[in-house]
């Protein structure tokens, strides 16, 4: 059950894009087209932009996708704007399990 | 309002016990997988455990297994976490959280704002 790797940090000036990476293993990440991606702000309970690899949930701006290959999934974030600025974390399930990634943090320059 | 209200956490000594609880109100509890999910000060989201609907599965990270247990009460609307044999390491916001829209094992739509646990001596 060992966290996903993400990059600690990314950056992009607003209008540009940022993209996050997050590997896993085959018995997660590449075992299933179960990957999710969330973000937090500061004292804030998580929300979900990405579910099921590049499913986008109900007011989501579609600006934010995700896609996979193998054992890594991505996030992007074009057309970055401030409130874009937060931390963001994917998750995968893992059998009976689900496992985080060690988080991102994305500054908008 | 489709809410969770999570309760229970406090300030305890190593070794020590505590429940936490969930309150879900606005949707059919009883038709949806819980989860908790912990995050310790400045570091990332863990998930801890989960429940099928009506609490006869569960499944625990290795961190926790054999002193945390996961429970539900449906006629309560409300999901549990007894925790045991507190460790300094446990000290986190304790999130409870579900998909409520998203079907699936993954991608949790809606979570509680958490209740801090700290353990220290």
């Known amino acids: 059950q060992s966290a996903l790797t993400q990059p600690p940090s990314a950056s992009g000036s607003p209008g540009q894009s940022v993209t996050i990476s997050c590997t896993g293993t085959s018995s997660d990440v590449g075992g299933y087209n179960y990957v999710s991606w969330y973000q937090q702000h500061p004292g804030k309970a998580p929300k979900l932009m990405i579910y099921e690899v590049s499913k986008r949930p109900s007011g989501v701006p579609d600006r934010f996708s995700g896609s996979k290959s193998g054992n890594t999934a991505s996030l992007t974030v074009s057309g970055l704007q401030a409130e874009d600025e937060a931390d963001y974390y994917c998750s995968s399930y893992a059998g009976s399990n689900i496992v985080f990634g060690t988080g991102t943090k994305v500054t908008v320059l | 309002e489709v809410q969770l209200v999570e309760s229970g956490g406090g300030l305890l000594q190593p070794g020590g016990s505590l429940r936490l609880s969930c309150e879900a109100s606005g949707f059919t509890f009883s038709r949806y997988w819980m989860h908790w999910v912990r995050q310790a000060p400045g570091k990332g989201l863990v998930w801890v455990s989960r429940i099928n609907t009506d609490g006869r599965s569960t499944s625990y990270a290795d961190s926790v297994k054999g002193r945390f247990t996961i429970s539900r009460d449906n006629a309560k609307n409300t999901l549990y976490l007894q925790m045991n044999s507190l460790r300094a390491e446990d000290t986190a916001v304790y999130h409870c959280?579900?998909?409520?829209?998203?079907?699936?094992?993954?991608?949790?739509?809606?979570w509680g704002q958490g209740t801090m646990v700290t353990v220290s001596s």
């Open positions: 959280a579900t998909n409520v829209v998203v079907l699936g094992p993954d991608g949790f739509d809606m």
